[in-house]
């Protein structure tokens, strides 16, 4: 159990092992976030650490997701390491949108349209550093020798995957 304030989050233990292939082959890494908030397991074990209402907890939560990236490298498994990459880009965005935008609201509700940026709300500022701090561990992620090494590995595995999956239909 790990407690955030008064929330009290159960946290998965380390995961030594990976969710099924056919799980994990059946990931696409996407533009920007897509996927962050719907691909089990990991979004279970990622979402609780992912928090940006103030920059010392942007700090400690993009540090949290950091740790997580690295242990999923060491453990070889590169959807991890992309969920966690999602979850510090998607804590840059969302900081970035309560600094742009009063409440976080970017379209007006009734007519949809967007509205107004402004920088001079309360907490703006605030906000705009949570957004720098979890962009820059983004960023160390998205260039990371080891999830790139993942990345181009768990491509190549997945055209093959596809392939044989494509037989298989075939023949049956």
Known sequence: MRFRGQLRVNMPKKSNEMPSKALRMSYRIGRGEQGVLTFEPYKSAILPLWRFKTPPIAKQSSQEIYEKFEEYGKEEDFVGMDMC????????????R??????GRKYNKATGEEMEKSSDHKDAKEKLESSL???KLWEEAKTDEKYLDLKE????????????KKKEEETS
């Not at 309560?98 to 409440?103: K, L, S, V, W």
């Open 133 to 135: 701090i979890f962009r």
């Open 98 to 103: 309560y600094a742009n935008h009063a409440g």
């Open 153 to 164: 590995r768990f491509l190549a595995e997945q055209k093959q995957w596809g392939k044989v």
């Open 85 to 96: 990459r999602k979850f510090l880009q998607m804590g840059m965005t969302r900081a970035k």
